[in-house]
């Protein structure tokens, strides 16, 4: 049987332990204090708890959050979070949008895609690699809600199939050699998102943008910072995320 | 005629120039190099552009993003962008979700909310001001494209009338005092996300979720920096934002 | 009369009101609420106050820190005490030091450093600019407390007379192509600092380090981030200073 | 034989090797691809370098910096640089300044203390627990150029022997406890610096320092954040320090 998205649990444990796990699966899941077998796992309502050893563990439903960071079969950087929510929220992506990707990497950030369009919606993305295509592939599958992502297994660089997409977004390699192909594909006025590590980077795409009549809205980091939740002794935690991406947004002018 | 999403521009011109326009009522805007009718700005294509004295100005359909920062009109501090997509993403609001919010203020996160859970999802917001209540039902009709939202003019102090609920966001002043009533609204493992300024605030709400059984799954600020978009001379911005709130996000436990 | 150090007050009033003035100058000082002369002014001791309307004000004697912020005249940006702090540490000035600056600019950093390496050390600082070479010469004056400061109206990249220095600290618009004459300037193992606002720099002198044989020890900035005092509304303020230099550090290797 | 500044050297190696040593001890200095002599060491000048099977490594004297960071003893939290180097500028520590510090935990900051006010100045620190004492004792004598810190094994609740001070750092457990003794200690318009971990000791310093008549100049935090040195991949680290401390200023008014 195919896993899905209700077979999905989060344990919560003491000192940040977290875990996700497929109830549909028969296993034994290790804990800190002990373990649990998976078929009594799935007896727990979400939101319940059970104890191993006298500590306490929760049991939740598993969110998109939850699967990308603890489930999801990775083999590259993944959007983060923190990155990821605020591109959703700059190429505009709500129910109904049909957008674009590339590259697929791993499906986390296809992953939003998909739940933010809905089911009336629509996410078009590209990954030239094969096995990477394949193991996102299979994460998305693991984990999509809605029927709403196509796949394809090619570079972008040699044309994308689609045409008029309100939103496209970008992270790959060398993401300037793709601003031509993306213009094709985006509708007058459609947005652009860009992610690249480096300020090297950023500068040749900027440069690019210009040369191709892109409109850029924004270049933009976003850091978090994770408090730790003791009231009476409240201060962020020791380390944060120091760096993940660049993000450059821009639109497609006439 | 009522207003609607189709009729709104933005105008983008030199130096961070940024006006959204209806363009559905006449009306003379005024530029930094001149002006521009609005049934003149009504025929220009989304991703065209006009000149006003030489100069070149870009014109686009108007974002949830645009309208929420450049038009809705305020009579309070607005949840950011940077903030309410982190929001979004960690109460997993999705295409057809249900979610409640409290208070309603300017109605811009109602306005992303709105957009997020779409025709199959449904907000609930609460808002106990009068005058606040009104300004907002007029800011969210002015933009709203599906009709998903159902406003309250009460405290929710007194009581939230649905039950079973996706998600909570609470921006109101005293927050530990709905906890009681939200954990009562929100279905198990629901998600609870509170907006503060100050770090007594994070103490007493940290304190008041212990209290009535929550998990605190993150104590958290996010920090957004913008970048000069200039290819040979790339910097950050000379000030940025030092702060809006912290976040705090919790789940329902049994 | 020769202004002095021991002249200068800084009066703190409501709202942030900071002001640096000269006692020795006879003057009528505006306030946010009224005025006071400054003869009246002189005869108030450190740390005491007076009240303009019945407003308090309290009177300082003057820091380093105040003299640059509040009171030298500028044409340049000036090295942010944030920044300058960092370096004076990263550079382990220290009294008795001999330490190179180029270019003088304003004159802040220079007082920074004549204040650090005290009455044995020395202070050789280079301005090619005459005007920028004279109000540089006219703020250092007005505040050194130690004779340790030599002046030079020349470009280093003409050479550097001095030999053997401890430390040299670059903050000119083209440091890449003074890396050569500072080499020579330097005693083996000599620490070089150098400030500059763009990414691309950092890149173009990071080549340069690495042609001239210097180990870079650190690639960094520094973000402030001040609070509200109110202790039982804590927050960081809404605005904060959002960039204003990279800093590489780097030493003399064989 | 006493140890001393000039017989510490810093060696550095590839990824981030970093180590101090004692050349004055003789020893086998292990390093990540083979070990060097202690006395072999001593032969090479600062600024040179050796190679252990094929890979460099380069030889500095050892700075304030190397020492605390890489050498030093600690059993408690040390000052980082980058508050130290704020905390002096802030409290305006020179040459020939008069200043008083507790606890002097394991000595980082006394030290930095020490090199800054010169031979001119005076550090009074204290520690009221033993053992730390002994190891600051230690750590102090280890490094120190200057004749210059006067140590007491005394909590300053007790009392301060020391009058008219220029400044005084607190970090202690209760700083709030102290401040009445530290009034004592400071001479009118001194300045106050304190250094706690958590927003609760901010909003507790602060009240106390307002019932001591101390005005509050900034209560701040600083971040710090490092990028690869790649020219041609610029980038900050993927990770970096979260939060060390918040420094609170103040100055004594009459």
């Known amino acids: 049987m195919e896993q899905s998205f209700d077979t999905k649990r989060v344990i919560i444990g ?34 319940g708890s059970f104890f191993a050893n006298d500590v306490e563990y929760y049991v939740f439903p598993c969110d998109t959050f939850d699967y990308v960071m603890h489930f999801l079969k990775r083999h590259t ?13 700059r190429l505009d992506i709500h129910p109904g949008k049909r957008v674009g990707e590339a590259g697929t990497g791993s499906g986390a ?20 690699r094969e096995e990477f295509y394949k193991m996102a592939e299979k994460n998305i599958k693991n984990f999509s809600k809605f029927e709403n992502v196509v796949m394809h297994n090619k570079s972008i660089v040699e044309g994308i199939e689609e045409k008029d997409l309100d939103a496209f977004f ?31 980077q950023v500068s040749e795409i900027l440069t690019a943008l210009q040369a191709h009549r892109f409109y850029v809205s924004e270049v933009v980091e976003i ?24 993000m450059i947004f821009a639109r497609k002018i006439l």
């Open 14 to 47: 003491p000192e940040g332990f977290k875990k996700v796990v497929d109830i549909s699966v028969p296993k034994r899941v290790n804990l800190p204090t002990g373990y649990i077998e998976s078929d009594k796992l799935a007896k727990i309502s979400p939101g």
């Open 77 to 89: 950087q993944i959007v983060y979070p923190k990155d990821g929510a605020y591109i959703l929220m």
């Open 109 to 128: 950030f296809t992953l939003y895609l998909s739940m933010a369009v809905g089911p009336e919606g629509k996410v078009y993305t590209y990954e030239q």
């Open 223 to 246: 850091m978090i910072r994770q408090y730790k939740p003791v009231p009476e002794r409240l201060r962020p935690d020791d380390r944060m995320i120091g760096h993940t991406a660049y």
């Open 170 to 200: 970008l992270d790959i390699r060398e993401p300037e050699e793709a601003i031509s192909a993306v213009r094709e594909a985006l509708k007058p006025a459609g947005h652009l998102g860009i992610l690249v590590p480096t300020t090297n």
